[in-house]
Structure formats: structure tokens, C-alpha cells
């Protein structure tokens, strides 16, 4: 019992020296204020003091009717946003939680160089329009009779001179085309590409429209304006599509070294093969990408063997082949349809690509009721239906 005492009092003792030590060298080094911080930190081992001041650290729990009423929800949102963009020493539990991934690098612009007409030159033109429009006789007894009809090509031509490119360019991005295929890039498609898999108006191929892999089952027809002496690269691939790897797209169809709009007259690089989404696994994303060269390129790299139906043959990434051939080719036109499952694509899968179909089915979790009670007061009249032990379907509607 002695020899317990007698230890505890030589601790306490050292403790004390300890702590006069650090009073000492804190003094020596001109530490005064932070004195006491520094020494329960070091001994006592309580958190430091914040950084700067706590959130709503100046209401006053105690007395909430002093508060400031906002009296409105405008004036609500108004304070709501500035204490939102003020600067603060804290972090909330999102920005903790998500990870950050501001890099601080803008998308790079990939596609071709867009030299803007003078503005002199636009006002003068439209100056020149309404003058005309203005003394044409007959325009204006149509507009008066309210007979007048415009023309939907003169106006599609117009838009696809002006914001044409620019909408697509934002279509694109909403459904994250370029966030797939070409990672921290972007391009404005320069030129029109228009892509029809048959003459029917609903199998034609715009910006996100629903074609079905039946009617894809064949090469489209495309066309698209260029000049005589020109050659491009036309290019089909899914970013939804693979089986194993998220990160990779199988490629349906590559013609490189198009003369004019010729694509018939092309190099099949890799040959056409209709698309085949797997059972539940909703739409798919198959996109048309038009590359501009600048002078004739030699795929004997990336040449397919013709019929190609083995998928690890067709596993495919859009940014490696452009950086691949990047000194030589240029995005300039896009279009892109969504697709899903029908009968044709388990045709594909056991003919042409000779494996078993794939089938994602989902589990729902079983439906869940709260105990049942002896007098359930003020229930529906479909109360007991969800209770009773037959199988069949509930629809939650009680």
C-alpha cells in the first residue's frame, strides 16, 4: 500500500514538472496567448478550438421569437443563397461524403474551327429581307387573308445554318455523350449528318429518338454535304452495351476514307451488325459520329475481320481512336437513336453472334404491411385485402 502511495505522489510530481516546462518554454518563445491552448492540448489532450466561428452560433436557442421573420418565401430564398455562397472554415456532410472532382480543367473543344460571319455583313442581309418583304404585294395580302404558309425546309435550313449545331451540341450532352466517348472534350457538329434506316419518316435517325433493333436490322442509308476532293470517317458504336466492362462500347459499324458523301464507296473497317440490347436492360444508346481528314488514313490496324462476330473482337473505346488518329481526323457530325429489346435481338444473339442470350431480370423486394390491427378505425374498406393469405396481386391501393 506504501510503495502505490509513494508512486502516485512521483507522478503527480512529474506531472507538475512536466507542466512547468512547457509554461517555460512557452514563455521563451513568446507564446502567451496560446499558452493555455498549448498546454491542455499537450496534457489534458481536449479538441482544439475551432477554426473560426460555428453555424448559427449567434441565435440565441433560448429566446427564438426575437428572430428575424422572413416573411416571405422570396426573402427566404434571397438569405438562403447568400448564406450558401459565403465562405466559410467548415465543411457540410455532403462535401465531406462525395468525393470533389474539380480538377479546375474546362472541357477542351475538339471539333472543327467555326469562323463566325461579320455582324455587318448579318445586319445588312436582314436589313435587305424586310425591305423586300416589306414591298412584295403579294405577301403581304397573304399575311392580311392569314393565308400565308411558310416553308418547314426553308426554316430547318436556317436552323441548321445558325443554332442547329449548338442544339445538338447541348442534346448531346444531356444524354452524356461526350461524357462516354470523349472524356474532359466536346465538339459543335459542324455538319449535318442525316441517317435513315429506311424510307419510312419513323425509322429515320435523329437526336434521341426510338428506333427498334428490327427496323436497324440493315445498314442506314447516310448522307451528308461535303466537298469533291474531301475524305471522312464514319463511325457507329454503343457506350450501353458491353457485357463485362462498363468502361468499354462495341463497335457496329466503321467506313474510313469516304470520297464526297460517298459511303458506299468507302473502306469497311469494320462491317455493319444490327443492335442487339439485352432483355431488361432498358434503352441503349447507339451513335453516329462523323470524322472529318485531312488526309487519306491507314486503318490496316484497326481492320476487323469480315463477318466479325465475336464481341472481345468488337470491344471498342472512341477516345483511344481518336487519339490514335487525331493529327488526321476531326469530329464534325453526329446523330444518335436509343434502343431496346425485341424478339430480333434473340435471333442475333443464337444465329449471328452464336452464344447464349443474356436476360437481367430484377428482384423486387416483397411488399411490406404493418402488423394488422384487431379494430383498425378509420382504414379504408381494402384494409383486410392486404392481410389475406391468397396469392394474388395487391396493387397498394387501399
Known sequence: MCAVVTLAVCSKMALQRTVGCLWRVGADLGVKNNTRIFSTAAVLCRRAAPLGPMPNEDIDWQNLESLEKYRSYTRYLTAAEEASNKEVWWKTYRKHVEKQADTGLEPMNIGLPYCRPSRMKEVRERKRLTKENRQNPDLERETRLRTFRISLDKVKAEWEKTNGPYHIQRLADHYGIFRDLFPMAYFVPRVMLRVAYGDDDS????????????????????????????????????????????????????????????????????????????????????????????????????????????????????????????????????????????????????????????????????????????????????????????????????
Open 203 to 398: 425509322s429515320a435517325v435523329h437526336y434521341g429518338n426510338h428506333v427498334s433493333p428490327t427496323q436497324a436490322s440493315a445498314a442506314p442509308q447516310v448522307s451528308f454535304k461535303a466537298e469533291e476532293n474531301s475524305l471522312w470517317t464514319l463511325l457507329l458504336t454503343s457506350p450501353d452495351e458491353h457485357l463485362q466492362d462498363g468502361e468499354q462500347e462495341y463497335i457496329h459499324w466503321l467506313v474510313g476514307n469516304i470520297p464526297g458523301n460517298s459511303v458506299l464507296s468507302g473502306e469497311e473497317v469494320c462491317h455493319y451488325i444490327a443492335p442487339f440490347p439485352s432483355k431488361g436492360t432498358g434503352f441503349h444508346r447507339y451513335i453516329f459520329i462523323l470524322f472529318k481528314q485531312d488526309a487519306h488514313v491507314d486503318f490496316s490496324d484497326d481492320i476487323k475481320p469480315s463477318p466479325c462476330y465475336c464481341l472481345k473482337q468488337r470491344s471498342f473505346k472512341t477516345v483511344e481512336f481518336y487519339k490514335k488518329h487525331q493529327d488526321l481526323i476531326t469530329p464534325a457530325g453526329l446523330a444518335f437513336f436509343q434502343s431496346q429489346w425485341d424478339e430480333s435481338v434473340t435471333s442475333t444473339f443464337h444465329t449471328l453472334l452464336n452464344m447464349r442470350e443474356p436476360v437481367f431480370e430484377y428482384d423486387r423486394p416483397p411488399v411490406y404491411h404493418p402488423p394488422q390491427q384487431k379494430y383498425p378505425h378509420g382504414q379504408p374498406l381494402r384494409y383486410m385485402d392486404r392481410y389475406r393469405g391468397g396469392k394474388e396481386h395487391t396493387y397498394g391501393i387501399y
